[in-house]
């Protein structure tokens, strides 16, 4: 089965390549990237340096057969994915015809002061407030020691979640200012709060956002040599990270501040981590349901995106995750907070069928979004609102959850929303903006 996927996946990857809107902006090039890397690659050295920490560490060991099934269901996922996104965005994508040096970015770089400053300022709070609760080793989540589900406690989900509106703002500036030398100073700064977090998730996401921005002001398809090796050196920041959860940062910035939050490193064998060990989570989905469940979740899980937006302190009782749950996945194991994948997602809840399902409907969200950009005028506005949603996928595809991709678009979108609006009922004296 290792050798069917690397088949199926190299099928995957032919068609695709031949069709006219292969390209970075496609949805596609982010699933068959998460997938060769989390399910074609990682399990070759998983079955080479034979790994096992991630077993011992929650508890289960699966049979040979149900490791089997979930090389199935990722290959089935994936060709659900291509066949429903290839058939969605069969809408010609092209670059703009305008030259990209009058497409009025100056005016409405003008315009998105008045944005960025306060939304720059509240993120920047809400990161630095994340600093003072890791390095005073302040617990500001909790596991329920049930279900495995994390709360946030001593905080507001509102204002955690601000610090991700340092991405798009990030790279809106880079973009609008077109990439500047001046630009350099406010997205290095938001990047070292978001590193002195110790996460990843929205400094990769700023990462690809200006990536893919830059390649858009430049008309490239592709990632050129220099696009490429700006990403290999940003690798070893995300690796130090990993690494470091943040703590040099910390202490170097805070002087006399002694960092107290746990040190988290250990050994692995090549790509043994638990950043990219969906292979094993999705073993332990498996493993677990329904066979210890009995029964699958049939998305009874998607009721969180009614209460998730309801806060805690309107509603002290509020049921952590779903309100409604048809089993507790870590009944029998150490409960461990898990990213699902997208297959993995559909298999939690409806098993084979779940995954076809599950991956299809991610292909058609995605889908849909590359076919509205298409079909626009693809000015300023409407590449970075794409591309902002499109960086989505970075976290979207890992977690395989409706809650995670919602939980993204409202701070991804809110500084292109407000510009938005800035642009359409604000003074007009800028006839050059091209709202797109």
């Known amino acids: 089965m290792l050798a069917v996927s690397v088949v199926i996946f190299a099928a995957a990857c032919a068609i695709y390549l031949r069709q006219p ?136 989900g509102y204002f955690y979640e601000a610090a991700r509106i340092s991405a798009p703002v990030g790279a809106m500036l880079a973009y609008l200012g077109r990439f500047r030398w001046w630009t350099a100073a406010p997205v290095t700064a938001l990047a070292v709060l978001q590193i002195g977090t110790g996460g990843r998730g929205d400094f990769v996401a700023m990462a690809v956002m200006i990536a893919l921005l830059f390649m858009y002001d430049r008309r490239l398809k592709w990632p050129s040599v220099w696009v490429m090796a700006a990403a290999l050196a940003v690798l070893p920041v995300f690796h130090f990270v990993k690494s470091d959860r943040g703590a040099f940062l910390r202490e170097a910035l805070r002087p006399g501040v002694t960092d107290l939050a746990p040190d988290r490193r250990f050994d692995d064998a090549p790509l043994e981590t638990m950043d990219i060990a969906h292979m094993e989570f999705f073993e332990y989905l498996v493993w677990a349901i329904p066979k210890r469940t009995g029964t699958y979740d049939y998305f009874a899980n998607n009721l ?60 058609a969200i995605y889908g849909a979004g590359f076919r509205a950009f298409a079909r626009s005028g693809r000015g300023p506005l409407a590449a970075m609102a794409y591309v902002a949603f499109l960086a989505t996928a970075t976290i979207a595809f890992r977690d395989g959850m409706l809650q995670t991709l919602a939980r993204q678009l409202v701070p991804y979108g809110l500084p292109i929303l407000a510009l938005s609006l800035l642009v359409r009922f604000g003074p007009r004296e800028d006839p050059d903006v091209q709202a797109g």
């Not at 937006?309 to 898990?338: C, H, M, Q, S």
Request: glycine share 8%; charged share 15%.
């Open 21 to 156: 809107n292969a390209s970075v902006f496609h949805p596609a090039t982010f699933y068959l990237a998460f997938h060769g890397l989390v399910f074609v690659i990682r399990p070759i050295f998983a079955w080479h340096y034979r790994y096992d920490n991630i077993y011992g560490f929650i508890g289960f060991r699966p049979s040979l057969w149900e490791r089997t099934q979930v090389l199935i269901c990722t290959n089935l996922g994936l060709v659900a994915f291509m066949a429903v996104v290839l058939w969605m965005t069969r809408e010609r994508f092209a670059f703009p015809a305008a030259d990209p040096r009058n497409d009025g970015r100056e005016a409405l770089l003008r315009r998105f002061w008045i944005v960025a400053v306060p939304l720059a300022a509240l993120a920047a709070w809400s990161l630095y407030w994340r600093w003072d609760a890791i390095a005073g080793a302040v617990g500001f989540s909790q596991m329920d020691p049930r279900t495995g589900e994390q709360r946030l406690v001593g905080v507001t």
């Open 304 to 363: 969180e995106l009614v209460t998730a937006p309801i806060p805690r302190a309107v509603w002290p009782d509020k049921p952590i995750g779903a309100p409604v749950k048809r089993f507790e996945l870590y009944e029998n194991t150490r409960p461990i907070a898990i990213t699902h994948s997208l297959p993995g997602m559909g298999w939690y809840n409806a098993g084979y069928a779940g995954v076809v399902l599950w991956c299809a409907l991610f292909a």
